[in-house]
C-alpha cells in the first residue's frame, strides 16, 4: 500500500514513516509544553502547594530509561541476527513498560497519601495529568512493542530492509516517550 | 516556439519523466477496485479531497442556516417564528395569540454552532483538507499522500467529530452555547446553562476528534512536501499553493495539541472534579467549593490555537488566489520569494499575538503593549502580500472567469477585513470596540468572506481536475456579484453599529434605548444575509449540476497553467500519472515570457530561453 513511498526513497536519506512520526512527536511535545506552560503560569500566580515527589517516581524514571536500553539492545541483536536475544529482550521491554504503568500507579496513591489528591490544589492536579497523558502514550508505545512481538513470534527470523524499518520506528516511539518522561519529571523537580 | 503550442505532455513526459516503477506492481489494478474501497473508505488523495469538500458543502449549509435562524431574531424581533416550529420543535415557544417565539437559550446554542461549524468543520476541513489533499500530491508530481492509510483516517476522523456534533443537536438540553471560544466557567460547569450539560461534553468530543483528524492530515501534508516531491522540484520552484498549504500544516501541528491541552483540562474539571479554571465562583448566591483555578488561564491556550487558528484558515486561501491571480492575469505572481517569506512571516507573528484576544480580560496593560506590537507588526508581511496581488494584476492580461473574480473579491475582501484589524490590535481603541458588532464585522470580512472566496476561486478552477468537467459560468459570475455585494451589505453596516457599542452575542436589543435606532440597519442586514444565503444555494446547484451535466474537458489544460496537475490525464487515475513521474525544469510561473503565453514546469530549458527559475 506504499504506493506513494516507493518512488524516491532512494533521494532520501530519510523514509518518510519516520520522518512523519516525528513530525507526530513534535505536535506531542507541544501538548505537554502547553501544560507546563500552564503550571508555569498558574503557579506564578500564587496558592501553590508545596510537595515533594514521591520517591516511587524517581526509581520508575530509571526503570524507564532501562527499558529503552533492553529495547535498543533487541534492536541491535536483531542486525546481528541474534534471534534469541532479540526476540528475549524485546519481551523484557515489554514487561518493563507494564511494569512502569504499574509503578506510576503507585505513584499516584503515595501521592494521594500525602495528600496530594486529584481535585485538590492545581499544583497536584498538573502532576495526575503529566503522568496520566504520559501513561496512555506509554499505552500506545507498549502496542507498538506488541505489534513488533508479534511479528518476532509469529514471522519466520528475516532481516528485511521492511522489518528493519517498523522495528526503527518502534524504537523512536520508545525513546520519545522516555525522553518526555524525563523532560516532565525534571520540569517538575526544577519548578518546586 | 513550436514546442510550445504543441507540446504533448505524455510525450513529454515518457521522454524526460521519471521512471518509478511504478505500475510496475500493479497497485493500478487491484488497487480500490469495489466501491467501497474506491468511494467510501478510499486511500486516494483525489477522492479523498472530494470527501472533504462535499462534507465540507453539507456542513457550511448547516451552519449557514443557522444564522439564517438567529439573523431572522436580530432583524425581526417581533414578527412570529411560528413556521419554523416544524425544524426546531420546543426551541420554539408559541404564546396564545399564535406568536411564535425563538428560544433565548437556543439562540446561544445556534451562535456557539455556528461559529464552531464554520471555523473548523468548513474552513478547516473543507478548506485545507480539500485542497492540500487535492494538490500537494498533483503539483509536487507523487504518486499520493506519504501515508494514504494516514490520510484516509485524517478525513474518517473529521467525519466522526461531525457525526458527534451533528448528534449534538438532538440533545433535549441542546447544543453547547457559550461560544465557540469555550470560555469557562460557561464550558465546565454543567448548571451554568442548558447548553453546558450534555452539549458541551459532546462538543469536547468532537473537537478532540476534529485535532486528531486535524492532526493526522498535517503530518502528511509536511512529509509529503519534504519527502515526495519530484525530481527537479526544488523548494523554490514550488508554487505558492504548496508552500501555503505546508505552512498551514506546520502552524496547525505546533498549535491545534495546544487547544487539546486546553480541552483534556476542561474534561477534567467537567467530569473528575479538578480546579484548573475555577475559582470564587457563585451559583444561585451559593460559593461553589471548587477554587484555585484560573479562567483566564483558558483564554491564554485557548488563543494560543485560537490566533494560529485564523491563519491556518487564511492561509490555504491566499495560496489557491496567488496561484489564480497569476494564471488568469497571464502574468508570473509578483515578487515570488516576498509571498513565501511573508507567509513564513506570517506563520511566525502568529504565535506571538494571541493576547490581542485578551486585552479586555485582565491581563497586564504592560503585557498588552508587547502584544499590540506584534500584532501590527502582522500588518507587515500582510501588506506585502496585498501589495503583490495587486501588482500581479497590473497590465495582466486578465480573463474575468469565476474562479479569477473571486480571487480578486478575496484580495479587496482581505484589505477590508485587515485594516479594521489594526484598530482592533490597539489596546486602547479595543476597550471600545471588543465584543462589539465593530469584531464581528472585522473577523468575517477578513477571515469568514475572504476564506470563503479563496475557497470559491479554488473549487470553480480546479473543478475541471476534480470531475472532467467545467461548472457554469454564469451561474458563477451571478454567485460571485451577488455575494461580492451582498457580503459588504451584511458586514459594512456592523462597523457603525459596533462602533455605537452595540455587543455582540446578545438575543435582543428591546430593552436598550440607545441601541433602538439600528432596527432598521438589523433589517437591512438580516434581509441581505438572506439573499446571500439563497446564492450559496445557487452555487451548491451549480456545483452538483455541473458534476453529472457541465461541459465536458476537451484539454488538459484549460487555463493554460503551468502547474503539474494539469499534464495528468483528464480522467486522472490512481497514481495520478499513467506512465512516468514528470521532471519539474522551471518554477510554477513562467507566464508571458519571451512573447509566449506560459511554459511548463515539465518543459526543458531551450538555449535561447531569457532567464528562468
Ligand atoms: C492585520 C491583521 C490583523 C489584526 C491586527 C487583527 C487584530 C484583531 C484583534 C485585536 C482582535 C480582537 C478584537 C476583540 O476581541 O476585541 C481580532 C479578532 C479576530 N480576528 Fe483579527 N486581526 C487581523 C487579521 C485577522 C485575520 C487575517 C483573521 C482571519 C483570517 C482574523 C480573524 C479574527 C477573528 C476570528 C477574531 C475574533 C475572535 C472572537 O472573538 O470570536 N484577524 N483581530
Ligand atoms: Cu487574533
Not at chain 2, 377 to 390: L, R
Request: glycine content about 8%; aromatic content about 18%; overall charge neutral.
Amino acid at each position: 500500500m506504499d504506493v506513494a513511498v516507493s518512488n524516491q526513497q532512494t533521494r532520501n536519506k530519510i523514509h518518510p514513516h519516520k520522518f512523519a512520526l516525528w513530525v507526530a512527536c513534535a505536535s506531542i511535545t507541544m501538548m505537554f509544553m502547553a501544560w507546563t506552560s500552564a503550571y508555569v503560569v498558574r503557579q506564578a500566580a500564587g496558592n501553590w502547594l508545596e510537595f515533594r515527589l514521591p520517591n516511587i517516581f524517581f526509581i520508575n524514571t530509571a526503570l524507564l530509561l532501562f527499558s529503552s536500553v533492553t529495547l535498543h539492545a533487541s534492536y541491535i541483536f536483531f542486525k546481528r541476527e541474534k534471534e534469541s536475544l532479540y526476540k528475549g529482550l524485546l519481551l523484557v521491554s515489554f514487561l518493563l513498560g507494564i511494569t512502569f504503568l504499574v509503578l506510576q500507579y503507585i505513584g499516584w496513591q503515595d501521592l494521594t497519601n500525602i495528600g496530594v489528591e486529584l481535585t485538590g490544589n492545581p499544583a497536584g492536579s498538573f502532576v495526575y495529568v503529566f503522568s496520566g497523558f504520559h501513561g496512555l502514550h506509554i499505552c500506545g508505545g507498549l502496542a507498538a512493542i506488541f505489534v513488533a512481538i508479534v511479528h518476532a513470534f509469529a514471522l519466520k527470523f528475516k532481516v528485511t530492509a521492511k522489518r528493519k524499518l517498523r522495528f526503527e520506528l518502534t524504537l523512536t516511539i520508545w525513546h520519545y516517550l522516555d525522553f518526555l518522561w524525563l523532560y516532565i519529571i525534571t520540569f517538575i523537580v526544577l519548578q518546586s | 516556439m513550436d514546442t510550445v503550442t504543441t507540446f504533448d505532455p505524455d510525450i513529454l513526459i515518457e521522454e524526460q519523466g521519471y521512471d518509478d516503477h511504478f505500475h510496475d506492481h500493479h497497485h493500478g489494478d487491484k488497487y480500490q477496485s469495489n466501491f467501497i474501497t474506491h468511494y467510501v473508505f478510499s486511500q486516494d488523495h483525489k477522492i479523498i479531497a472530494k470527501q472533504f469538500l462535499i462534507t465540507g458543502m453539507f456542513w457550511a449549509i448547516i451552519g449557514a442556516g443557522m444564522s439564517i435562524i438567529f439573523r431572522l431574531q436580530l432583524g425581526f424581533p417581533e414578527e412570529s417564528l411560528a413556521w419554523l416550529q416544524p425544524l426546531l420543535g420546543k426551541w420554539i415557544a408559541i404564546n396564545e395569540a399564535g406568536i411564535g417565539t425563538l428560544d433565548p437559550q437556543f439562540y446561544y446554542a445556534l451562535v456557539t454552532m455556528h461559529g464552531t461549524i464554520l471555523v473548523f468543520f468548513v474552513l478547516t476541513a473543507g478548506l485545507s483538507g480539500t485542497f492540500s489533499n487535492l494538490l500537494i500530491p498533483l503539483q509536487i508530481g507523487a504518486r499520493d499522500m506519504a501515508s494514504p492509510l494516514l490520510n484516509m483516517l485524517s478525513y474518517w476522523f473529521f467525519f466522526l467529530a461531525g457525526v458527534v456534533m451533528f448528534s449534538s443537536l438532538f440533545l433535549s438540553t441542546g447544543p453547547f452555547s457559550g461560544g465557540w471560544t469555550a470560555y469557562p466557567p460557561l464550558s465546565i460547569l454543567p448548571q451554568a446553562s442548558s447548553g453546558s450539560a450534555a452539549g458541551m461534553t459532546l462538543w469536547t468530543v468532537s473537537l478532540i476528534l476534529f485535532v486528531v483528524s486535524v492532526l493526522l492530515g498535517g503530518i502528511n501534508y509536511i512529509t509529503t512536501v519534504l519527502n515526495l516531491r519530484t525530481k527537479g522540484m526544488t523548494m523554490w520552484r514550488m508554487p505558492l499553493t504548496i508552500w501555503a498549504f505546508f505552512v498551514t500544516a506546520i502552524i496547525g501541528l505546533l498549535s491545534f495539541p495546544v487547544l487539546a491541552s486546553a480541552f483534556f483540562l476542561v474534561i477534567f474539571d467537567r467530569e473528575l472534579g479538578t480546579s484548573f479554571f475555577l475559582s470564587d465562583i457563585y451559583i444561585g448566591g451559593e460559593a461553589l467549593d471548587r477554587v484555585g483555578g484560573s479562567p483566564v488561564l483558558y483564554q491564554h491556550l485557548f488563543w494560543f490555537l485560537g490566533h494560529p487558528e485564523v491563519y491556518i484558515i487564511i492561509l490555504p486561501a491566499m495560496g489557491l488566489v496567488s496561484e489564480v491571480l497569476s494564471v488568469h492575469a497571464r502574468k508570473p505572481i509578483f515578487g515570488y520569494k516576498a509571498m513565501v517569506y511573508s507567509i513564513l512571516a506570517i506563520a511566525f507573528l502568529s504565535f506571538i499575538v494571541w493576547a490581542h484576544h485578551m486585552f479586555m480580560s485582565g491581563v497586564n496593560p504592560f503585557i498588552s503593549n508587547i502584544f499590540v506590537i506584534f500584532t501590527l507588526i502582522i500588518a507587515v508581511p500582510s501588506a506585502v502580500k496585498v501589495f503583490n496581488w495587486i501588482t500581479t494584476l497590473y497590465g495582466g492580461n486578465i480573463r474575468f472567469t469565476s474562479a479569477m473574480l473571486f480571487a480578486i473579491g478575496f484580495v479587496s475582501m482581505f484589505i477590508s477585513g485587515g485594516l479594521t484589524g489594526i484598530f482592533l490590535g490597539n489596546s486602547a481603541i479595543d476597550i471600545q470596540m471588543h465584543d462589539t458588532y465593530f469584531v464581528v464585522a472585522h473577523f468575517h470580512i477578513v477571515m469568514g468572506i475572504a476564506a470563503f472566496f479563496g475557497m470559491f476561486a479554488g473549487i470553480y478552477n480546479w473543478f475541471p481536475k476534480m470531475y472532467g468537467r467545467f461548472m457554469n459560468e454564469t451561474l458563477g459570475k451571478i454567485h460571485f456579484w451577488g455575494t461580492f455585494i451582498g457580503a459588504y451589505a451584511i458586514f459594512w453596516p456592523m462597523h457603525y453599529i459596533g462602533m455605537a457599542g452595540v455587543p455582540r452575542r446578545y438575543y435582543s436589543f428591546e430593552t436598550f434605548d440607545a441601541f433602538s435606532h439600528f432596527d432598521a440597519t438589523n433589517k437591512f442586514i438580516t434581509v441581505a444575509a438572506i439573499v446571500v444565503f439563497g446564492l450559496q444555494l445557487l452555487f451548491v446547484v451549480n456545483f452538483f449540476y455541473s458534476i453529472w451535466k457541465g461541459k465536458r474537458m476537451t484539454t488538459r489544460n484549460p487555463w493554460g497553467a503551468t502547474t503539474l496537475e494539469w499534464t495528468t490525464p483528464i480522467d486522472t487515475g490512481h497514481g495520478n500519472w499513467p506512465g512516468k513521474i514528470p521532471v519539474v525544469h522551471r518554477w510554477a510561473y513562467d507566464y508571458g515570457k519571451d512573447g509566449r503565453e506560459f511554459y511548463p514546469q515539465i518543459l526543458p530549458v531551450s538555449e535561447d530561453e531569457s532567464e528562468t527559475h
